[in-house]
């Protein structure tokens, strides 16, 4: 009898603690809707409104001129084949830290993480003490015919490296919580591995894999530091949109800039779109499993 009262005192403690006065919540609600509108709604008006300030003919052919539509097309490529590669590691990186014991688990964890603490201006400058002309592998690459650095390539390189993580720290706590529990119980029926990761282990995983793959797209598309370096900014061929952007507004071609900066805004708000509708998703599913 007594524990009950001990424990409806606490239920009584704990509603008092969370209850707060209507002008606090107001408060708070008023604050976070000022800092929304100030620093995220503005901004996104103000870029479709400088984009369209001279009209929707001097817009469309600032974002179909042959430069912008080739940092377009570059921009796609690189997360077209980014997303893809990250996807697989981290899919089998997630695999490899929450289903084996192995020694040197929580270092292979750090590595994973590395590019959130480097800096991506940092990476490319690697990438170009590692492959430029005069770097440790890139006389012997060019003398192969491959260059990598004011290319292509470097382009695809650096980005892998900066959106690495995102894929692998979606699943890496999903799959550890779920546990090998199902895995050891398909395996004991007979299932092979692969079998057992496309019946069991992918539909328990595929709204956390399908964030994190958002996440890389959205990483791959607007990255800047590590690409500015090792690209060269070569109009035309090495420039992706946010590079195009910022060569635009630095030629005081505002409207031009602004235009192609809509279109990656366009991206962003697709981008939060599917994030939404998957976590929605996500929390039905949860509900109908439990």
């Not at 012997?140 to 491959?146: A, N």
């Not at 398909?186 to 964030?211: E, M």
């Not at 690209?231 to 005081?252: F, Q």
């Amino acid at each position: 009898m007594a524990g009950l009262q001990t424990q409806t005192n606490q239920q009584t403690i704990q509603a008092k603690a969370l209850k707060e006065p209507n002008w606090v919540k107001w408060l708070l609600i008023s604050i976070a809707l000022v800092f929304l509108i100030l620093f995220l709604l503005l901004p996104l008006i103000a870029i479709f409104f400088k984009a369209f300030e001279q009209g929707i003919a001097t817009y469309m052919a600032a974002i179909t001129e042959p430069d912008a539509m080739s940092a377009i097309k570059l921009t796609l490529l690189v997360a077209v084949i980014v997303v893809p590669l990250n996807t697989i590691f981290g899919v089998a990186a997630a695999w490899l830290i929450s289903k084996y014991r192995f020694r040197g688990k929580s270092f292979l964890v750090t590595l994973i993480d590395l590019p959130f603490s480097v800096s991506p201006v940092i990476a490319g400058l690697v990438f170009i003490l590692l492959f430029s002309a005069h770097g440790l592998f890139g006389p012997f690459l060019m003398e192969q015919g491959w260059r990598i650095i004011f290319s292509v390539p470097g382009i695809i390189l650096a980005t892998l490296f900066v959106t690495v993580p995102f894929v692998a720290r979606e699943l890496i706590p999903l799959m550890q919580a779920q546990g090998t529990s199902e895995e050891e119980a398909s395996v004991s029926l007979g299932a092979n591995g692969w079998r057992t990761f496309l019946h069991v282990t992918l539909p328990n995983i595929k709204w956390g894999l399908l964030y994190g793959m958002i996440l890389c797209n959205a990483r791959a598309i607007g990255e800047f530091g590590a690409v500015s370096v090792v690209s060269g900014k070569i109009r035309g061929m090495t420039n992706t949109m946010p590079l195009h952007v910022e060569i635009l507004y630095n030629e005081y071609q505002f409207t031009a800039a602004f235009a192609v900066a809509s279109l990656m805004s366009l991206l962003a708000i697709v981008t939060i779109i599917i994030k939404n509708t998957i976590e929605w998703k996500a929390n039905q599913q949860k509900a109908v499993s439990s």
